[in-house]
């Protein structure tokens, strides 16, 4: 139990925005599975529609800031390698 009220406002503040940023990283990752299994299949048509929502998915976590900058820009990196592997 928080102390002060400072401590206890920051104890709801991290519940939120734990909540949150969770939402958008299962979003994301839903989104990179999606893709991922289109790619295995070697559907491209679908492929391409699910890595662009992927990417579009990743970005806004990494602009809400429930992941890294860096770690959506290496899972697009990969994603896009692995499609380009299949077209």
Same mark, same amino acid.
């Given at each position: ?26 979003r ?8 991922? !299994?289109? !790619? ?10 699910a ?19 860096n ?13 380009n592997? !299949? !077209?």
């Amino acid at each position: 139990m928080a102390n002060s009220l400072s401590a206890s406002k920051r104890a709801r503040q991290s519940v939120k925005h734990y909540s949150r940023n969770r939402w958008y990283r299962g979003r994301a990752r839903t989104f990179v599975k999606r893709a991922r !299994i289109h !790619i295995v299949a070697g559907r491209s048509e679908e492929a391409q529609g699910a890595v662009k929502d992927a990417c579009r998915a990743l970005d806004r976590a990494a602009q809400k800031g429930a992941i890294h900058a860096n770690t959506a820009a290496r899972k697009k990196g990969r994603l896009v390698k692995a499609l380009n592997a !299949i !077209i």
